[in-house]
């Protein structure tokens, strides 16, 4: 099985755009007591309904909140979640709320990690492994897309990423960077045929069963290996970090 990224295409041919906002978000952390670092992912869970949740209404209001707060939160949101789903801190849940515009492609990325589908492709995705369309609410029309909702899955090679600081022992907060090059883990490959990278959730992989599609769509499809050279100890000797 060969596998691709995707990502928005340089060059615009379609002029569909979509804007708007989710009716639920955890909290972002304000200044962890672990790393006192204030920060949010981008992790988005469009087929996840926290309607009638207990505490619902705090999540209505994006915001950044001690981490004790956002801790609280994330396990009454964990209640509506499939086993082992990753919440990091400003995760958002429920159909996108607002105006469409424009004519679509089959398939769009709106941004690295955000993907759109056309009904025509949703019929040549259907039976594919992953794929769950979530419709947007829009003020006045019938959506011209649905929003594909997306696991966390699989994951780039330690081998590519490197040696990295270890992750906040309070609320895991990773800090690295995406290197130059990078492939996929074959231990790690999801039974997907679409799926954000669970260490790298910026990166959106589609198989080769979606690529080979042939959509119409503002987008770029680059394969990702599922090996490569590995760090060398001398690489390795260049970083430092405090323990
Ligand atoms: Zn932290």
Redesign the pocket.
């Known amino acids: 099985m060969r596998y691709y990224e995707i990502q928005p295409s340089d060059t615009a041919t379609w002029t569909g755009t979509i804007e708007g906002a989710r009716q639920w978000s955890l909290p972002g952390?304000e200044d962890?007591p672990?790393?006192h670092?204030t920060w949010a992912g981008s992790v988005d869970y469009p087929a996840v309904d926290l309607t009638g949740l207990e505490a619902a209404h705090e999540l209505e209001d994006a915001r950044a909140a001690p981490y004790a707060d956002y801790a609280r939160l994330a396990e009454l949101v964990r209640t509506r979640c499939p086993p082992g789903t990753q919440l990091p801190p400003g995760t958002s849940f429920g159909p996108l709320v607002g105006r469409a515009r424009g004519e679509w492609g089959q398939l769009t990325l709106t941004d690295p990690w955000t993907a759109w589908a056309r009904p025509d492709a949703l019929a040549l995705l259907e039976g594919l492994r992953g794929i769950t369309p979530v419709w947007p609410v829009l003020h006045g029309r019938q959506a011209p897309v649905a929003e594909l909702h997306l696991s966390l899955a699989g994951g780039l090679a330690v081998d590519c990423i490197g040696p990295t600081p270890p992750a906040?022992r309070?609320?895991g907060?990773e800090d690295w960077r995406l290197p130059g090059d990078y492939w996929l883990d074959p231990e790690q490959l999801p039974e997907l045929d679409i799926f954000r990278i669970a260490n790298a959730p910026t990166l959106i992989v589609v198989s080769e069963h979606i690529a080979e599609l042939g959509l119409t769509g503002d987008y770029r499809l680059s394969e990702l290996r599922t090996s490569g050279t590995a760090y060398s100890q001398a690489d390795l000797s260049l970083y430092r970090f405090d323990a």
């Open positions: 952390v962890c672990g790393c670092e906040c309070v609320c907060r």
